[in-house]
């Protein structure tokens, strides 16, 4: 089991900053690739970014390359997600996800066993 909690959503002008943290419970942290989601108002859930176990290797909407940038501390059980040069399609609520494996190119989020809560992100023009 791991139970994840996201932060640092906000209301941010558009081409500002946000970083995005969710926090892990469980001592098999490292044994899970992670992911981030989001979901505007009247939209289906889309993937955002997928990291592997290690770190080493990572996966981006065609939309958010370039601008995000997800990473993680497993020493910590934390992910991260820097969110660049945003804009005001980005407004969403940004849920953070885990699934047992390793394969983290599929952007389907009914791979994900885990979920958070989530967290707002308001960008505005």
């Known amino acids: 089991q791991v139970q994840l909690v996201e932060s640092g959503g906000g209301l941010v002008q558009a081409g500002g900053s946000l970083r995005l943290s969710c926090a892990a419970s469980?001592?098999?942290?490292?044994?899970?690739?992670m992911g981030w989601f989001r979901q505007a108002p009247g939209k289906e859930r889309e993937f955002v970014a997928a990291?592997?176990?290690?770190?080493?290797?990572?996966y981006y909407a065609d939309s958010v390359k370039g601008r995000f940038t997800i990473s993680r501390d497993n020493t910590k059980n934390m992910v991260y997600l820097q969110m660049n040069s945003l804009k005001p399609e980005d407004t969403a609520i940004y849920y953070c996800?885990?699934?047992?494996?390793?394969?983290?190119?599929?952007?389907?989020?009914?791979?994900?066993?885990?979920w958070g809560q989530g967290t707002q992100v308001i960008v505005s023009s």
């Open positions: 996800a885990a699934k047992s494996g390793t394969y983290i190119y599929n952007k389907n989020s009914r791979v994900y066993d885990f």
């Open positions: 469980g001592r098999t942290f490292n044994k899970y690739v």
């Open positions: 990291i592997s176990w290690s770190g080493d290797t990572t």
